[in-house]
């Protein structure tokens, strides 16, 4: 089972990126999917959730600008970041919560900065 994250990338404080995360196997549909991040020299922080059924819930410092959704569908969750800021540069990562089943992944880069 693996997970594939993409859309990082370098953008100006106040701009906004799309991440999707693609997942495999059967895990995907019956578990909450979240979307975490690890600045360097931090440890890795889970920023927002969606249960699955839709039910949404986001750190403090994001609520407001980051909106996660998912399609069990095509088992895929994204996490549209708007007035993005420096202090959201971090590595992201999706995977389930609480409990990590998938194995993490190299995640994808997303650097904010003029």
């Known amino acids: 089972v693996q997970l594939q994250a993409s859309g990082g990338g370098l953008v100006q404080p106040g701009g906004s990126l799309r991440l999707s995360c693609a997942a495999s196997?059967?895990?995907?549909?019956?578990?909450?999917m979240g979307w975490y991040r690890q600045a360097p020299g931090k440890q890795r922080e889970l920023v927002a959730y969606i249960t699955s059924g839709g039910g949404t819930t986001y750190v403090d410092s994001v609520k407001g600008r980051f909106t996660i959704s998912r399609d069990n569908a095509k088992n895929t969750v994204w996490l549209h970041m708007n007035s993005l800021k420096p202090e959201d540069t971090a590595v992201y990562y999706c995977?389930?919560?609480?409990?990590?089943?998938?194995?993490w992944g190299r995640g994808t880069q997303v650097t904010v900065s003029s």
């Open positions: 196997g059967t895990i995907f549909s019956g578990n909450r």
């Open positions: 995977n389930t919560v609480p409990t990590a089943f998938y194995s």
